[in-house]
Structures are given as structure tokens and as C-alpha cells.
């Protein structure tokens, strides 16, 4: 079955820099990619997606990538804010999944310092 | 936006206890989950459901039932909460669709005593 990994599990950044975390899948055949950012004490929340016929997406100062061929994806969050601070959980979703078997990565706790 | 509401944000119940957790999304979404979050190990598939009085076994269902008698609720039962049940558990909806996101409510943190 897929299997998601994450790295790295912390990251701390200065305010204004960027931040970058990538997640690598083993089931070529997973086509939809979610990342959540999870606050303290609240749920995952979906931040942004990418599917498997697009290379990149934007949504303001976050994008994600997507490499089929290496099998992995990336978070991209630019100028950094403490509020983005949070821990972010990617996910890979296989062919004909209708929403039972996400595979989570483990999270990377991001910290934003002032 | 959708919003999924969980009852609860901290419950303490005692071993042997029936308990029982609530979830409520207001987008008529066709599909809702039970999930349990544990530090280390991630995000744990307890049971899903696809209609109403339909449900799926996750990967985790021991100890636990579920169910959904309107399309908007779906709720989780432990029949005898056991210490190893203290966990935060996490409802989440989608659309009827071929990978559709989750969308999650806030947890309800349990403590089993």
C-alpha cells in the first residue's frame, strides 16, 4: 500500500524567510495531494492541493509542487509569517479513493520566529 | 465554507464507560470519517460512512461503533471506554466525489480516567 513520509518533522524560520517541506509517496499510481495546517488545538484545516496533471500550484504566498517521476511534492510557504506557524501534514490519495484511504505524512512542526 | 462541528473540545470519562462523540457539517456532504491523532502516530482511519446508516470499518475500528441516521451526523461510540482510548479524535466530511478533500472539525480531546 502507499506510504507517505515527511521531512523534516521540525523546522524553525526567521520571519520573512521561506519555508520548505517535501513529502515523498511510493504508489505511483496516487494522483491527488492535500497538505492541512493544523493549529494548536484546533483541526487540520486543507491549505492547498495539487493533482497529478499539474506540476505547481499558487495560492498567495503558499505553492506546492509536484515531481511524478521522483515521486515526492513539496510545500513552498514564502515570507513567512508567525502565524504560520503551525504543524503541516501532507497526503497522498490513490486512484479511486473516495476519501477512506488518504495516507498521511507524520507532520512537520513549523515554528516562524519573530 | 464548510464547517464540521464537533461537540465537544474536552471530555473526561472513567473506564467502562459508554461515551459517545458527536459530528455535525452543515454542506450536505455524502461522505463522513472518524479519525484518531496520537503524537507518533499520525492520523489513524477509525470508521467512515458513505450514506446515511451506511458505515466501513477503517483501520482502527476495535472498540468502537458508529453511526449515522441523517445525512448531516454522524457519531462515534465507544461502548467501554478503555485507558488506551484517551486520544484526540478528529471528524471530517467530503463530497461524494473521487478524492475529494477531508474537510475536519476542531477534535474532541478524551481522557478516559
Known amino acids: 500500500g502507499e506510504n507517505v513520509e515527511q521531512h523534516p518533522s521540525t523546522l524553525s524560520v526567521q520571519e520573512g524567510d521561506s519555508a520548505v517541506i517535501k513529502c515523498t509517496y511510493s504508489?505511483?499510481?496516487?494522483?491527488?495531494f492535500p497538505w492541512y495546517k493544523q493549529e494548536l488545538g484546533k483541526g487540520p484545516q486543507l491549505i492547498i492541493d495539487i493533482r497529478s496533471n499539474v506540476g505547481e500550484k499558487k495560492d498567495q504566498r503558499i505553492a506546492v509542487t509536484l515531481n511524478k517521476t521522483a515521486k515526492h511534492f513539496s510545500l513552498h510557504i514564502t515570507e513567512t509569517q508567525p502565524e504560520d506557524s503551525a504543524v503541516y501534514f501532507c497526503a497522498a490519495s490513490p486512484l479511486d479513493n473516495y476519501g477512506q484511504n488518504f495516507v498521511f505524512g507524520p507532520g512537520t512542526r513549523l515554528s516562524v520566529l519573530p | 465554507d464548510v464547517k464540521v462541528t464537533q461537540s465537544s473540545r474536552y471530555l473526561v470519562k472513567r473506564t467502562g464507560e459508554k461515551v459517545f462523540l458527536e459530528c455535525v457539517q452543515d454542506?450536505?456532504?455524502?461522505?463522513m470519517f472518524w479519525y484518531r491523532q496520537d503524537p507518533g502516530l499520525g492520523l489513524r482511519l477509525i470508521y467512515f460512512s458513505y450514506d446515511v446508516k451506511m458505515k466501513e470499518k477503517g483501520d482502527i475500528p476495535e472498540g468502537y461503533s458508529v453511526s449515522r441516521e441523517k445525512k448531516e451526523r454522524f457519531s462515534l461510540i465507544l461502548e467501554s471506554a478503555s485507558t488506551n482510548q484517551t486520544s484526540m479524535y478528529l471528524c471530517?466530511?467530503?463530497?461524494?466525489?473521487?478524492?475529494?478533500?477531508?474537510?475536519f472539525g476542531n477534535g474532541t480531546r478524551l481522557t478516559v480516567t
Open positions: 471530517a466530511s467530503s463530497l461524494g466525489q473521487k478524492n475529494s478533500p477531508l474537510h
Open positions: 454542506m450536505d456532504h455524502e461522505n
Open positions: 504508489d505511483s499510481a496516487s494522483n491527488y
